[in-house]
């Protein structure tokens, strides 16, 4: 019997028009966009379907909006399969809160509104430093960890072998990009965000978040659920709340947690959210194990046939 694990998208997956076409096919995903507008008290729904774009990547949309369309995908393929179970789960960054919510750790609610006011927080972040963030490709991690201390930036994500992403302040970046080309990687790109991800300058949202997590009723997750920071699975609330303040300024451990899994027999793992990037990842780290995602009424109805097949 394989064991499966859910995967749920992180920021930077956004694009305009994600969700538009399950919420004109299923009757559900209607209602659970028109929950999330009346939650928030705007129309996120309408930034999701027509942008403009400029809109949608504002922290403070893409990151309620790419939650609430992998939520979406989810509840679609419980509905299509009642019997359906998963073993563990994990997301990337932001995409960590989704994972919580399928474990059970919180409400889709509560969830929707702290991302919300995890991407405010983390815009207000941004526009107090100047800071970026690049993609280093194909360059080893112990290289790139000697460019980061020499240039004074972060390794801010390990996503899978031969692409890592550093984050900083924005003269710094461009040194360190400089570095990494001189040491012989096969590109050193900025990447398109409006500040330091995962880095030492989001540390003012630390301790805004902390006090939004505090309101929350958290509670032990049903399944596992691996830890960005940690790369190992999510203890008590209380330590669960330790760990998503921490995520904000820490590295992404991605391909570490991905590693702690198949380690532990899961060969079957299911994305969720717009896009493929997950799955793109996991076919660098194992090109074995079997990879289905659900961002589209497309996509949902070939993932509920491989699974019921």
Known sequence: MSKTALLFAGQGAQKVGMGNDLAGQFPLAKALFEKANHALGYSLSGICFHGPDEELTKTENAQPGIYLVSWIAFQLLKSHLPDFTFEAAAG????????LAAAGVMSFEDGLKTVRERGRFMQEACETTRGAMAAIIALDEAVTRGICQEAGVELANLNCPGQLVISG??????????????????KAMPVPVAGAYHSRLMASAQPKLRRALAGLTLLPPRVV?????????????AEIVEGLVEQVTSSVRWEESIRYLLARG???????????????????IDDTVVRLNVTDAASLESTVKAIAG
């Open 225 to 237: 659920v691996i830890s960005n920071v940690t790369a190992a699975p999510h203890g008590s609330p």
């Open 169 to 186: 302040e924005a003269e710094k970046i461009t040194k360190a990009c400089e570095l990494a080309r001189e040491k012989g990687a096969r």
């Open 266 to 284: 899961f060969t079957r793992f299911i994305e969720f959210g717009p896009g493929t990037t997950l799955s793109g990842f996991l076919k660098r």
């Open 92 to 99: 990337l960054s932001l995409g960590e809160f989704t994972a």
